[in-house]
């Protein structure tokens, strides 16, 4: 059996005004114990993937490429001897394009990092600068060059649309240079305006418009259909990549893998029904995994235990975003029974396609996939 393991990497030169993920823009004091906890982290929860051979190794935030290589290579090493680690993992560190210069490109690649996943967003400098952040359009498109040119390969970037200052021609050109890259993986999401986010205040103040609903179905329209003549398989529905170039690690969380999640604000799962999510205080983190682990404010980190209606709603959820699907063996007979009840509207629409084995969303029932997903959840009111 397979496993995972999150690093959380919480700290960022700034933060962009689109970011609700946890970060703190703290100096190097803290990224010194932050390490020592990671590493006091995995040793004590090895016993979580115990029997499982760990195929992925993700460094997400935040800002990995924010923390030192050698702190990086520390932690992989900690990884390495605690956990039953595949040769040949996925391992993936998220990098902001002006962090990566030829010598940081150099340096992941000689510590074991095979995989970089980069928040370019945009290649046009004006949209870059409404969102705050760090690099300009030249700084992304020299890191994607400088990783490739120190070996590694397997580059993915994040696009962004539905941004300040964006229209349907800027983000055609973001895809088309996209495109011209060499890099094998891109991630493209619709800009959410979360609540509390320095974006959120400006819109708030009507200093800026959220795109329109057909913005935003023209621009992911048109991403699919520029990604697929270019050769990108749609393999998830915000996820492209070039043939056999899937991320393991996402697909763990999309098809209901175990993984192990260690750092600050950190999520873990067991592969059946326990969740896991660690608190977000880095001091408290810190104290508590690099002390005696007794401190009079508890353990950092809560339980969670999903019930039958909830391991059945995550399914939805989760499967339906895939380009495989949900399988119905996933299933028991009363939920295969409810499923199909629900799904037959979009069935006969054709939103959804079912091929006996398998429920699928299609092209078309991926433009309203989150109504459809809604629909489908189940209902304890219904009787079958």
């Known amino acids: ?123 046009h400098d004006e949209v870059l600068a409404s969102i705050n952040r760090r690099h300009n359009a030249s700084e992304a498109v020299s890191a994607v060059e400088n990783l490739y040119n120190a070996g590694i390969g397997n580059i993915s970037i994040d696009l962004i649309y539905g941004l300040p200052q964006q229209n349907l021609a800027i983000f055609e050109a973001d895809i088309d240079k996209a495109i011209t890259l060499p890099i094998r993986h891109l991630s493209s999401y619709a800009l959410s305006i979360e609540e509390g986010t320095p974006l959120f205040l400006r819109k708030q103040k009507g200093k800026i418009r959220e795109a329109s609903e057909e913005t935003f179905v023209k621009m992911y329209s048109m991403l699919c259909d520029k990604l697929d003549a270019a050769g990108f398989l749609h393999y998830e529905i915000s996820n492209f990549c070039r043939p056999g170039y899937e991320s393991y690690h996402n697909g763990g969380y999309w098809n209901g893998r175990q993984y192990v999640g260690l750092g600050p604000g950190a999520h873990s799962y067991d592969g059946v029904r326990t969740r896991r999510s660690n608190d977000c205080n880095l001091q408290f983190y810190n104290r508590f995994w690099t002390s005696s682990r007794q401190t009079d404010n508890g353990k950092p980190y809560e339980i969670e235990e999903l019930n039958t209606m909830e391991l059945y709603d995550e399914k939805i959820m989760t499967r339906l975003r895939c380009r495989e699907g949900l399988a119905l063996e996933e299933l028991t007979y009363e939920e295969q029974r409810y499923l199909l009840r629900t799904a037959q509207p979009y069935i006969q629409s054709g939103d959804l396609q079912n091929d006996g084995k398998r429920i699928r969303l299609t092209r078309k029932g991926i433009f309203i996939s989150d109504a459809i997903m809604a629909e489908l959840m189940w209902d304890s009111n219904l009787i079958l």
């Open 1 to 123: 059996m397979n496993s995972s393991v999150y690093v959380h990497v919480p700290f960022c030169a700034r933060r962009c005004d689109y970011c609700s993920f946890y970060s703190t823009v703290s100096g190097n004091e803290l990224k010194t114990a932050y390490t020592h906890a990671v590493m006091a982290e995995a040793a004590c929860r090895a016993s979580e993937a115990q029997g499982r051979t760990v195929r992925s190794i993700y460094f997400g935030g935040g800002t990995p490429s924010q923390l030192p290589v050698n702190d990086i290579a520390r932690i992989l090493e900690s990884i390495f001897m605690n956990f039953s680690v595949h040769h040949d993992a996925e391992i993936t560190l998220e990098a902001n394009p002006d962090d990566v210069s030829p010598a940081f490109a150099a340096a992941l690649r000689s510590v074991g990092i095979n995989r970089v996943s980069m928040g370019v967003q945009s290649f």
